[in-house]
């Protein structure tokens, strides 16, 4: 004589079933959600400046030629330091025997070129972190 399964047994091993599905997608969501949030694009938090932009004068150059341009090229000082950018050099901020390498905007500092100029920014070892540029007055 064959027994049919209780009812109690059959809500039982329906239960688990549904315990396990619930658990299985629990997983899969929760890692798909992982996932999702690494590859997340984060949005960096402006820094507040430690300190205010320190003021520097001197002449916009190249670091290659700095105060001494080649004057054999023909070229004044302006035309020499962009040319000399255009081949990968760096912007410079010449004053006597100081030299400092300039970060900033390079359309601005073409603008600049050659000229005698007063940049605000923040100095970082031999380089300004240029914030602005003007004729000193």
Not at 102 to 115: F, I, V, Y
Request: charged share 15%; net charge neutral; proline share 5%.
């Amino acid at each position: 004589m064959k027994t049919s399964p209780s009812w109690l047994s059959l809500l039982a091993f329906c239960a688990s079933a549904s315990l396990a599905a619930a658990l299985s997608l629990a997983a899969v969501f929760t890692g798909a959600t992982a996932v999702l949030v690494a590859a997340a694009p984060r949005t960096a938090v402006a820094e507040e400046p430690s300190s205010p932009p320190s003021l520097f004068s001197g002449v916009i150059s190249d670091y290659q030629c700095g105060a001494r341009h080649d004057k054999e090229s023909g070229k004044n000082p302006a035309e020499c330091t962009l040319a000399c950018v255009r081949n990968g050099g760096r912007y410079s901020l010449v004053n006597g025997d100081k030299k400092y390498a300039l970060d900033g905007n390079a359309d601005e500092l073409s603008h600049w070129a050659g000229q005698r100029v007063t940049v605000a920014g923040t100095l970082s070892g031999e380089t300004i972190k240029v914030t602005s540029v003007s004729v000193p007055h």
